[in-house]
């Protein structure tokens, strides 16, 4: 169970002399969560590894095997996106940096009494092509918001960095969002405290052989688990745009 113990009412202004007879009661939302399982078998051929060209096979099942489960915990992580009850810019509209303002300034807004206003650092996970869209804003030369000094410039230069911010918010590009049938994709910016993820104990990413000697082949697998979920939805905006390819 995760605990998130909600804000007490505000301080009361006190007469000296007089005693404060009103106590607060430490209220708490319990977020369960139970971890389930999760794993991926691949099963090389002893032709396979005997005939591998100039490949390591075992160091490349490894890779794969690895790549598989990571997009499995992020794509569980994208999923809660779509539970936010915010939601900004809508189906079939580009996103601006309007609509990135305006998620700051929801966020960092008092929208529920409970757990107040996020709290900085925020950060934002989009669609490269979401990206995209921001950076056009901040770089063309008929936008109001760009120039040809600062960051515009540096940005026309480099693209987008790992490292780059807007409203102080960091952007990261998560390939796992993909688009729906329609050309939109679902991002999402947050405070970090909006969702939680929790490992199972005893369980590590760890890679497993065995051998099938009636099959003449050995399966590699790797097993983990793992649960998450959404621990305060005021801090979690779901930002869903077109994301139709620029090129």
Known sequence: DVLTYERLTQATALTEG???????????????????????????????????GDTNIVSTVGELLGGSIGRRRSNDIIALYD???????????AMDITHFRGGVSYLLTENSARYGAARMP??????????????????????VVSSRFGLSAELLQRW???SDRLYGVAIF??????????????????NKGAMVYVHAAGWSEALI???????????????????????????LIEIYSDTAATV
Do not use: C
Request: charged share 20%.
């Open 83 to 93: 539970t936010a009850t915010k939601s900004i810019v809508g189906a079939s509209v």
């Open 18 to 52: 007089v005693d404060d007879s009103q106590t607060e009661q430490l209220v708490t939302a319990v977020l369960s969560i139970t971890p389930s399982e999760h794993g991926v078998i691949a099963t090389p051929t002893k032709r396979l590894m005997t005939r591998q």
């Open 173 to 190: 590009h998560s390939g796992n969002i993909t688009r729906d049938s329609s050309g939109d994709a679902k991002g999402a910016m947050h």
């Open 160 to 162: 987008w960095a790992r």
């Open 122 to 143: 925020l950060v934002a996970a989009l669609h490269i092509e979401q990206i995209s869209d921001i950076m056009l804003d901040l770089t063309d030369p008929g936008a």
């Open 209 to 235: 052989k065995e051998p099938d000697i009636s099959l003449r082949a050995t399966e590699y697998a790797i097993f983990d688990s793992w649960g998450e979920g959404l621990r305060a939805d005021p801090w």
